[in-house]
């Protein structure tokens, strides 16, 4: 069975542009979450969704926000691209939201802003 | 903040068992452990989860103490491929903030040849 997957898998930017990234969740998977994973550390939360509405959110500015599909795909939006956003960005899903079920995570898109 | 702490680095040797330790003294009885590991240039993989019984599967084995605050993950033959970041974290599914994984800076395991 096809895993989470991600697109593009890299990605080059300038400051001040706009970003969309991509992914699909693991066929019956309901949940989906992003990431943020600055080099030398570990992942941190940006974003859940469940059956398309929004069920948490990190410590991320407002130039950050995603959606869900009704096919249970998500797209993560940054606006205002700033140095600081270079990261890779990991998307993981999951069955459904309160269960003791994992999170599997795609191996994620590497944004570089110049 | 992470509720789990983890040596930064551990080695072994190929083919012998590593055993990474975890602890979670402040767990609460409804939040389970579970292992993470991250190779280079990947997503974080997910290798086995458990409550208070230990777990294996065909990755690995959970072991976790009675009073529930530590654990280890066992690795019984280790190989070149699973040098990585490992990462345990611990999560109660029922509640509201559940939703989220909190990463820590994991360990960094290195097999040696």
């Known amino acids: 069975d096809a895993g989470v997957t991600q697109s593009p898998t890299h990605l080059i930017k300038t400051r001040g542009q706009h970003v969309t990234l991509r992914c699909s969740p693991i066929s019956g998977h309901k949940s989906v979450s992003w990431y943020q994973q600055v080099l030398g550390q570990g992942p941190q939360f940006i974003f859940q969704?469940?059956?398309?509405?929004?069920?948490g959110r990190g410590n991320f500015p407002d130039r950050f926000s995603a959606r869900q599909f009704p096919n249970y795909s998500s797209e993560l939006n940054v606006n205002a691209l700033l140095l600081g956003d270079s990261a890779l960005y990991l998307c993981a899903s999951s069955l459904q939201g309160f269960s003791n079920q994992p999170q599997h995570f795609g191996d994620g898109t590497r944004l570089s802003i110049l | 903040d992470a509720k789990t702490t983890q040596p930064p680095s551990m080695d072994c040797a190929e083919g012998r068992a590593a055993n990474l330790p975890c602890n979670h003294s402040t767990i609460s009885g409804n939040e389970y452990v579970y292992w993470y590991r991250q190779i280079h240039s990947q997503g974080p993989q997910y290798i086995i989860h458990g409550l208070k019984n230990n777990e294996t599967n065909e990755m690995a084995s959970l072991i976790i103490t009675e009073d529930r605050k530590s654990s280890t993950l066992i690795l019984p033959h280790a190989t070149l491929r699973d040098t990585a970041v490992y990462y345990c974290?611990?999560?109660?599914?029922?509640?509201?903030?559940?939703?989220?994984?909190?990463f820590g800076s994991g360990t960094r395991l290195l097999v040696r040849p």
């Open positions: 974290i611990v999560r109660d599914p029922a509640m509201d903030s559940s939703y989220k994984l909190i």
């Open positions: 969704y469940y059956e398309k509405e929004e069920r």
